[in-house]
């Protein structure tokens, strides 16, 4: 069983100010020291832009939108008791043209490795987003210049509930040279129940709860062939 060690230093890698959560929030209630690193969390050019995912969410602008889902971020990490730590990248639905932002996107994750020096590094399976697949395609790239530490994929939230999205995923992942191998997830937790519930706005654009939130987390240990070493 996967479980979160007291002694270990846990660092889970979040596309979006709510990810995390979702998807590891019975893993951080567990951990004694823990840093959520997430991706997007910067204002657009335009900060007055309305996307139709922010106005579902009953925001009028991205700079209400941001300010409010910051707070909702912190409030749920201040319940499982874990740190944060904010990359200021913005979200997709911000950006016609993302890629201008990836060198800065894997300079930004390494050194945050860097300084928190952590035992386990958990990140995104990488399912169905363009803003989850990059982050873990740039982490995935970065294992192998941490193979002591011990990694392990999530599966995104909510997007795994999609037809074979995780499968189709995991075999790209072991054509990189990366073999991945379910692990399991610890039991549900209060404290991960009341931290989803923070993130109301976000509630508010699915229209309820995602029954796939309920669902036992997923994990898989990633582990590089020699050879790619």
């Known amino acids: 069983m996967m479980q979160a ?18 998807s590891c929030g019975d893993l951080l209630a567990r951990s004694r020291r823990s840093t959520v690193i997430t991706v997007c969390t910067g204002l657009p050019e335009d900060f007055t832009r309305l996307t139709s995912w922010d106005q579902r969410c009953g925001f009028r602008s ?25 990359l200021g990248l913005p979200d997709s639905q911000y950006v016609r043209d993302w890629q201008p932002y990836i060198p800065l996107l894997r300079e930004s994750l390494k050194s945050a490795i860097e300084r928190l020096h ?34 392990t994929a999530y599966e995104d939230v909510p997007y795994r509930a999609r037809p074979n999205v995780v499968l189709q995923r995991l075999s790209v992942i072991e054509q990189r040279g990366i073999q991945a191998s379910r692990v399991s997830a610890p039991c549900r937790s209060d404290r991960k129940s009341r931290a989803v519930w923070a993130y109301g706005s976000q509630l508010q654009g699915f229209g309820a709860l995602p029954e796939d ?16 070493l």
């Not at 363009?130 to 990694?151: A, G, K, Q, T």
């Open 213 to 228: 939130v309920i669902r036992r987390e997923g994990y898989w240990r990633l582990t590089p062939s020699q050879e790619w």
């Open 118 to 151: 952590p035992d386990r590094v958990v990140v995104p399976l990488g399912l169905f987003h363009d803003d989850h697949i990059r982050v873990s395609d740039v982490m995935l790239s970065l294992l192998y210049r941490f193979p002591v530490l011990e990694w």
């Open 5 to 22: 060690h007291n002694n270990d230093a846990l660092v889970v890698v979040s596309p979006h100010l709510d990810d995390g959560v979702f």
């Open 62 to 86: 991205a700079a209400s939108a941001i300010a409010s889902r910051r707070e909702e971020n912190r409030e749920a990490l201040r319940l499982l008791g874990s740190r944060n730590l904010e």
